[in-house]
Structure formats: C-alpha cells, structure tokens
C-alpha cells in the first residue's frame, strides 16, 4: 500500500499500536450503489465482505436480489450469500448469530468486517440485538391463518396497523410472515412488539462500529434508478429464474425466500392472476415503497452518517471519513 491508501489503513487500526479494528456498516436505498461502493473499498483495504440482503442468502435467488456475479464473488468473495435454499428459512436471529461469527473471525486475523446490504431488520438485530418475544402459539397462529384466508392480508395488515402502529410501519404490507408474528405477538403480550433491547448486539459493548448510508438527494433520479434495474433484471431472465422456482418448489409463494420484491409480483404473473406490464408497475411500485421505508428506518436510526450517491467525490468522501472516523 502507499501514501493515502496506507495512511487510511493506518488510521484505521490496521497497521501501528491502534488496538482495535472498526466494525464498518454500509448500508442505503436500493439501487443507491452501495455494493459497488463496498466493491471499490475491498480493492483498497483489507476487509472481509458480509451480505446483509435477506434475498442473497438463498440460492438461486440472483436476478431478482441483485446479487453479485459469481466471478465478482470469485475475486471478492462475500459471507452469507448462497447459505440456504429458498425452502430452508432464514431469521434476523440466524444472521445475527452467523454475522456475528464472521466479524469476530475477521477482527481475528486482523481483518476489517464491512457488511453491506439493505436489510435494516438484519443490520438493527446485529447492532441492537433482538428483543424477547413470546414463543411462537401454534394454535393462535392457525387462528390468524384462518382469519387471513377469510379477510385477506390487507384487512390483516390493517389489523396490525390499529393495534400496533409502530410494528406496522416497519413491515411492508405484503410481508404475511411477520404481519402474523406480530399480531401474535400483540395477542400473547397485550403489548406493542417491542424494538431492540439496548446493550445486546455490537454497539453495546466494546466494538468500534462505523455506520455509513448512501442515499439519493434527488428522488427522481433513485426512481430512474429502480426503472432502469427492473428493466435490466427482466431482460436478464427474472422471469424464468422464478418460473424455475415454481417447479422446483411449487408451494413456495409463502414462504420468507419469497418476500423479496420482484418474486411475488412475477409469481402473479406466471399465474396469470396479472399481465406482464401490471407485474412491471406492481413491481417498480413496490421497489419505489421499499427504498421509501428504508430511508425512513435510516432515519429513525442514530449513528447512521449520511452521504449523497450523486457526489462525484462519493468515494474520496467516504475514504476521508473512514480515516477520520476510524482513529477517535
């Protein structure tokens, strides 16, 4: 390494007598090119890359979630990406614990953990922790099953919206599983579902975390953005990549794998309960409400240092900060 890219190694804890070495999140919109972003950082530092997209850790999941290549993974491989099949859920409590395990292997080799995605529910379970919940009710869970068929998961999600507000407003409309846990929970506690405890993931302890979060200062050009990678995605075979899901796994529709924006609408398609330009609007419509509610979990977040995708200076900005940030 030499001159600036050392310095900011330096700074950061890698070279020198700083004892120890940031934790860096990255995290935005989608479609605000932070993988990319975290592609650039990984040619110039020595870190370790960890998806945080509930999407990627499924394989054969890779149009549709954006994921990396497979020569791209090649030369910079990334952890916790292709760890499931689609019919094998995977938790916030399960990347908690397998996140947690990668960045304390990369501390221990002296290695920078950077964990990119756009999860937010992943990236406040590890930073926060997760709260206690009641265990899961098998016969209340039935109830609201039956209730779902009968009304429909708008009237449920409507539902959660009146009794519980706050649980609403950070699960999309569409998502049954947790629209039904947290209903479940409401009726086992007779409480909101509570957020993180403090003091039970990385930022209560010891471990220096740095937050970083691309965004778009102008929302017409994220909406262009979206159009323009839905088109790409349709072009690259989105379409047959969930009509092969539907026969490999013909009752997949429900689960978890299957929230991931995109999947749901062109499994409507392939239904044939919608056209092929209804499923491109449903879909462009419903990646514009995700980057919505992404922005708006950021901002109800402390910690979170903001920088502007459109800066032709992004990547500088963001090397400065790293270096600034990284020695306090």
């Known amino acids: 390494m030499k001159g600036g890219l050392f310095n900011l190694s330096q700074s950061l804890g890698v070279y020198g007598e700083t004892p120890r070495l940031p934790v860096v999140c990255l995290t935005g919109t989608t479609a605000s090119g932070k993988t990319e972003l975290a592609m650039k950082l990984a040619n110039c530092l020595p870190v370790d890359l960890i998806s945080v997209d509930s999407g990627q850790v499924y394989r054969g999941m890779d149009i549709g ?8 993974l090649r030369r910079t491989p990334h952890g916790l ?8 859920p995977y938790s916030a409590a399960d990347f908690r614990r397998d996140a947690g395990a990668l960045v304390r292997e990369s501390l221990e080799r002296q290695r920078i953990p950077l964990l990119v995605g756009g999860t937010l529910f992943y990236f406040s379970a590890l ?9 899961a009710d098998g016969a209340l869970r039935d109830c ?10 708008s009237a449920m999600y409507e539902k959660l919206l009146k009794n519980d507000p706050s649980a609403a407003e950070r699960i999309a409309p569409g998502d049954r599983q947790r629209i039904l846990r947290a209903l479940e929970v409401n009726m086992l506690s007779g409480k909101p579902v509570k957020t993180n405890p403090p003091g039970r993931g990385l930022l209560g302890g010891n471990t220096r975390v740095l937050q970083l979060c691309v965004f778009f200062s102008d929302r017409t050009v994220l909406h262009q953005k979206i159009a323009d990678r839905l088109e790409q995605m349709l072009g690259s075979g989105l379409v047959n990549e969930v009509s092969l899901f539907r026969e490999q796994f013909p009752n997949a529709r429900n689960l978890p794998a299957m929230r991931s924006v995109g999947y ?3 499994w409507s398609y392939l239904e044939n309960e919608i056209d092929y330009s209804t499923m491109v609007e449903n879909t462009r419509t419903a990646t514009r409400r995700l980057a919505k509610r992404q922005l708006t979990w950021i901002r109800n977040e402390p910690g979170w240092t903001w920088f502007d995708a459109l800066s032709p200076g992004l990547f500088d900005a963001v090397q400065k900060y790293l270096a600034s940030a990284g020695g306090r």
């Open 65 to 72: 979630t954006a994921k990396p290549e497979t020569a791209v």
């Open 81 to 88: 990406i292709d760890v499931r099949d689609i019919d094998t």
């Open 127 to 135: 930073l926060k922790g997760l709260p206690d919940l009641p265990a």
């Open 144 to 153: 609201l099953e039956k209730e779902a068929e009968i009304q429909g998961w």
């Open 264 to 266: 749901q609408q062109v």
